[in-house]
């Protein structure tokens, strides 16, 4: 018992040990209804927040509570499988909270491929809740099949699903067109529909995101350390 608790009290495991109980405690609140599965949705993709940054990763199709939790999940078990099989017989000291730090980043970064590869894995059940929890939908591509009619409005299927079908609203100058690939960026809850954009519209719009973002942060380097001005 006293090599257990010292296993899950040491850093960076202690992380997991906080951590992962309160993601248990969330799906029993969602189990009793008591939490929203939608907890982390957003309504649109637009700006920097958790939603968009998870869909920026590959997690589509899957509420973001859900993603986080097999994220966490998997990061967990590939940190207590580096303590178990190399920190704990390492005496580290002092440099157990750099090395900790470290071992936490390759944690999240072998994790998020296999979280996603699940996430993608289990798409379709949560398609079936599409109508009860739509916003789990944005980020994924659909086929236009139908003219949008004299208001915008057509139908569209997800080209990893086609048994799921969505109501698209489109604007005028950006109608969706049949056979088009669009990816859908903003459910309207008024209208029961979604937005969308082009699929090259929308890969061309992420690079020049990532483009803005990796100069400011060589801005941010330059001027030593500042972030830059958004």
């Known amino acids: 018992m006293e090599a257990l608790r010292q296993i899950v009290l040491s850093f960076p495991v ?26 982390f949705a957003r309504d649109s993709l637009k700006g920097d927040h958790l939603a968009s940054t998870m869909v920026a990763l590959g997690f589509v199709g899957v509420p973001v509570s859900f993603a986080l939790s097999v994220l966490l999940g998997l990061a967990g078990v590939i940190t207590l499988v580096i303590e178990l099989a190399v920190l704990r017989w390492l005496p580290l000291g002092l440099f157990r909270i750099p090395v900790g730090v470290a071992v936490l980043w390759a944690a999240f970064v072998l994790a998020s491929p296999l979280a996603a590869s699940v996430c993608h894995a289990l798409q379709r ?38 048994a799921c079908e969505v109501s698209l609203h489109g604007k005028a100058g950006d109608l969706p067109r049949p056979g088009e690939r669009r990816v859908l960026v903003k459910f309207v809850a008024k209208e029961g529909a979604y937005r969308s954009v082009a699929e090259s519209r929308y890969c061309e719009a992420r690079e020049h995101l990532r483009r803005l973002r990796l100069a400011r942060g060589r801005a941010g380097v330059s001027h030593g350390g500042a972030e830059a001005p958004l």
Request: glycine share 4%.
């Open 125 to 162: 059940r949560f398609h079936r809740l599409a109508r009860s929890q739509p916003r789990c939908l944005l980020g994924e591509v659909v086929q236009v099949r139908s003219a949008a009619d004299a208001q915008g409005w057509t139908t569209a299927t997800l080209i990893d699903d086609p």
């Open 14 to 39: 202690v992380v997991f040990t906080g951590l992962l109980p309160l993601v248990l405690l969330y799906w029993l609140l969602v189990l009793l209804r008591l939490a929203p599965l939608e907890l």
